[in-house]
């Protein structure tokens, strides 16, 4: 199984599926340049960008790609742990595959609630 933290500054807080709620406008707003994708090779992306709890942009390798995926449900305190793991069997994520936020607790990394994907949506952001 693979595993990977996308690392970024830490906020201790817990992380849940929740109930769909009203989605803010992700910031920078993206206009869709392509079909959705139902998996997205590991290789593809080197970064990713939490844009708020329901919208991750993952960053091509060379900085010029973007895909998109805004979350079926509200992932609770993704923005303010603003980092995640997953794991995976396979050399792809996919849009039925789950992310754990990460929390600082004291020195260590724990994962929190699992939050489902959607599809990867290739975007131009607006700037």
């Given amino acids: 199984m693979l595993a990977l933290a996308i690392a970024t ?8 599926q929740g109930k769909p709620a009203e989605k803010p406008p992700a910031s920078p707003a993206a206009r869709a340049i ?8 590991l290789s593809r ?7 708020d709890d329901w919208t991750i942009d993952f960053i091509g390798s060379a900085g010029n790609k973007v895909w998109r995926v805004t979350l079926p449900r509200r992932c609770t305190g993704l923005r303010s742990a603003d980092t995640f793991t997953y794991a995976t069997s396979l050399t792809q994520l996919c849009q039925q595959d789950v992310i ?5 607790v004291g020195n260590s990394l724990q994962r929190s609630g699992a939050c489902g994907l959607a599809p990867f949506v290739p975007v131009e952001l607006e700037r």
């Fill in 45 to 51: 992306f080197s970064n990713t960008h939490v844009r």
């Fill in 100 to 104: 754990y936020p990460l929390t600082r």
């Fill in 9 to 16: 500054p830490l906020a201790a807080t817990a992380c849940t």
């Fill in 34 to 41: 392509g079909e959705p994708l139902s998996c997205l090779s």
